[in-house]
């Protein structure tokens, strides 16, 4: 134990030892290079170590896995397009596919609905209770997805006809007698992915509620009065005084949640391994890597990846440099 | 005064730094065996106290010999996973516990894998183990991983108090297997036949595979059984379809199985065998599982295993037919030739090594030559008896096939099938196209 935690200081303390004497000896070669040089390449010789890290450990791996994507499952062979070619050929890819297109279609504006709608009630309800309110709301976002899934999948649970059904759904059906529903091997309507949505916006619209709220609360009084005055209903007031001026913060959670729904993965694997059409592409590389020991499918699942959240990437950044400059 | 400052600084930096720089070096020195080393270090994934008794016997064996070696045996999590991404970083262990042939051939492909033919003794592990064992490690002619324990699958379990009350014979054969179905059903309609479950945390599917394998095997024996794993045998194949239709004779028909059809994909298989305890009446009189199922039954079960609990062997598929069985186990291979690994291999492939695991854990010695007086009960050796008179021992078919059939596309469309969400022929015929087109 004293051994531990003695090479642990040490290690702190030569971590940042090593940054000292290297910093040092970047502004040392900084201030002998003779003339005007020195003064100008100081800037870029203390970002040097920064931009090394990152390119080493980030996009040195996303062109390795680029390439990867085009040779063999154990990336001895170059094979062209094939690993493309057989993902998109097989049905269940497809059904992936199209599974992380319905969770991205639904989850982020659901969150968001459901989001703006708690937070505007729960502006009504006096102080107390719009603290209580949030905080419930709030509470999910401390369990890992992981956790969360777990509970769900007891709330799902279907034993079969005559026993005691320990699921929550099942039980409250059985006191009806309506006999038990295997909710998490039904996918006629995509049923089973639904309720796997509904686990991560049990998570989420915490998340979503606050900033929202905080969002509307901030909305001048004024404009909200102006509006008053004028005549309008309060759902017109909504729709077109304070929505409008909350625009940023909408977007901001849409992109974050589509960003978290693309990559979605615990939810899926712990509940249903992806059976059940429930499959999504996260899940869909994991098998690949783990099972498949196919690292060429996994790096184009990756890929395939990599050049669909480019778009969003790309809206984000221009937003937060429209928000930069308001 | 500034200069001073600044040499103390530089000082205190420098000496950070090669303080950092040692207790590198230090570290690794001390952690990495080289190839002269006397540590042989093995990796498995097995119960821990089945590591603890072989490993115990190991150490002694070891110390008997007055050998200097010393063993690191480690229990790592999902060893299939590890140790192809620790031969790919090239940090391997020397030894390693592989409980599925296709990760075996894997290994073989990337040249890790070391044979074994000159290492154990193969004319006496001929002799002294269930023909076909040897075989599922064997990988071009030459044998790269040798079974080190085992257990069995293609056994029927029942309620040995309430199965002797009601007279049920053990069939032996599976016409004999299908009267008894009849018997039991007209018998009554609160206990059905059987219990089947194919729901499993992760990987749903894998006990319909079992099921086939077991129909497959006893129908069309040995020789077809491993052209079906080396893909000669297509799944859209007369037999395949034979099979299938067999088991759905048995899993569909309405009254044999309890809960019906639309309960086979929820039930789990850890908990689907509980129906054979439930009192006052069973919920069904016979459930297939494999040897491992002993550990999942109720707790009051499991401590009155001998008086509560019978087993017999799947019948053949005629009377006095041929008798192979299905099982599965961890397969020792080698990833370091070295005079010290090869001494250690050779003790892990003797009878005598389970000698302490047998009577603590679940323990099964893949010899037939093993003391079987050794084993903590009457349930655990007759399992061990079934599997050593059995004619032939044939790996689990889905742990043989590559991957992406073997615990993909098999299980998920006998999911699919059962839950009525797909045709059998259309089943089998997904399962055929996902067949990787160059195993590479």
């Known amino acids: 134990m004293l051994v531990k935690a003695l090479t642990a200081v040490i290690t702190v303390a030569a971590g940042i030892g090593a940054a000292f004497v290297l910093y040092w000896i970047l502004n040392w070669i900084s201030e002998h290079i003779p003339g005007d040089w020195g003064r100008r390449i100081q800037p870029y010789l203390f970002i040097l170590p920064a931009l090394a890290a990152i390119v080493v450990y980030t996009v040195y791996p996303a062109v390795l896995t680029v390439i990867n994507s085009f040779k063999d499952n154990f990336s001895r062979h170059w094979i062209g397009l094939a690993n493309y070619r057989a993902l998109f050929g097989s049905d269940a890819f497809r059904s992936t596919l199209f599974n992380t297109l319905l969770w991205i279609l639904i989850v982020p504006a659901a969150c968001i609905i459901m989001g703006l709608t708690v937070a505007v009630l729960a502006d009504r309800l006096g102080p107390r209770g719009e603290k209580t309110t949030k905080t419930i709301i709030f509470l999910p976002m401390a369990v890992s997805l992981v956790g969360a899934a777990t509970v769900w999948r007891f709330i799902y649970d279907a034993e079969p006809k005559g026993s005691t059904q320990i699921g929550l759904l099942n039980a409250i059906g059985s006191i009806f007698h309506k006999g038990p529903v295997a909710w998490l091997d039904t996918s006629t309507f995509r049923l089973n992915s639904l309720l796997l949505m509904v686990i991560l916006l049990w998570a989420q619209v915490g998340f979503s509620m606050v900033l929202l709220s905080a969002a509307i609360k901030s909305v001048p009084t004024d404009t909200i009065e102006a509006a008053r005055i004028d005549g309008a209903s309060e759902r017109q007031i909504f729709a077109r005084v304070v929505v409008p001026q909350i625009r940023g913060t909408i977007v901001t959670i849409f992109i974050t949640v589509t960003i978290t729904v693309m990559k979605i993965f615990d939810v899926v694997y712990v509940t249903t391994g992806g059976a059940f059409n429930t499959d999504v592409l996260g899940n869909q590389f994991w098998t690949q890597i783990s099972t498949y020991f196919n690292y060429g499918a996994a790096s184009a699942i990756v890929v395939i990846f990599m050049i669909a959240v480019i778009p969003v990437m790309w809206y984000q950044v221009k937003h937060f440099q429209t928000e930069e400059a308001t | ?440």
Not at chain 2, 36 to 49: A, E, F, L, M, N
Not at chain 2, 151 to 160: H, P, Q, S
């Open chain 2, 1 to 440: 005064m500034r200069s001073q400052a600044r040499r103390v600084t530089l000082l205190g930096a420098a000496l950070l730094v090669g303080a950092g720089l040692t207790v590198t070096a230090c570290s690794s020195g001390g952690g990495g065996g080289g190839s002269g080393s006397t540590t042989v270090t093995i990796w498995s994934s097995v119960d821990p106290p089945v590591k603890a008794g072989l490993e115990k016997q190991l150490v002694a064996e070891l110390g008997a010999q007055k050998s200097n070696i010393k063993i690191n045996w480690q229990t790592v999590t999902n060893i299939n996973q590890l140790i192809i991404t620790k031969i790919q970083a090239g940090n391997t262990p020397d030894i390693a516990y592989i409980p599925q042939p296709g990760v075996v051939a894997q290994m073989v492909n990337l040249g890790a894998a070391k044979p074994l033919n000159s290492v154990v003794d193969m004319s006496s592990l001929q002799q002294n183990m269930v023909p076909g064992m040897l075989q599922a490690g064997t990988i071009n002619g030459k044998l790269y991983g040798l079974l080190g324990s085992a257990n069995v699958k293609g056994l029927v379990w029942y309620n040995k108090p309430a199965w002797t009350a009601a007279g049920w014979q053990t069939p032996t054969s599976i016409p004999a297997l299908t009267t008894l179905m009849s018997q039991m059903k007209a018998k009554g309609s609160a206990t059905a036949p059987w219990c089947l479950g194919v729901n499993s945390t992760g990987s749903p599917g894998w006990p319909a595979t079992d099921w086939f394998e077991t129909l497959m095997m006893r129908d069309y024996g040995p020789t077809v059984y491993n052209d079906w794993i080396a893909h000669k045998v297509k799944f859209v194949s007369p037999q395949v379809e034979n099979v299938a239709s067999q088991f759905s004779q048995i899993a569909f028909t309405p009254g044999n199985v309890y809960g019906g059809r639309t309960a086979i994909p929820t039930n789990g298989f850890d908990t689907a065998g509980n129906g054979l305890f439930t009192t006052p009446t069973p919920k069904c009189w016979m459930y297939m599982q494999g040897s491992f199922i002993t550990g999942f039954f109720p707790a009051s079960v499991q401590k009155s295993l001998d008086t509560s609990v019978g087993v017999f062997y799947f019948p053949p598929a005629t009377e006095g037919g041929q008798k192979p069985v299905e099982g599965g186990g961890d397969m020792i291979t080698m990833l370091n030739d070295t005079p010290n690994v090869e001494t250690v291999v050779k003790l892990l492939a003797q009878p005598q090594i389970g000698n302490d695991a047998a009577p603590t854990s679940s323990f099964i010695s893949p010899f037939k030559n093993f003391n079987a007086s050794l084993y903590p009960n009457n349930t655990t050796r007759s399992v061990a008896s079934i599997m050593y008179s059995a004619d032939d021992f044939l790996f689990d078919a889905s742990d043989a096939m590559p991957a992406q059939v073997g615990a993909g596309s098999f299980w998920s469309q006998m999911v699919a099938w059962i839950g009525n969400q797909v045709s059998i022929n259309q089943a089998l015929a997904n399962i055929d196209q996902s067949w990787p087109a160059t195993s590479s």
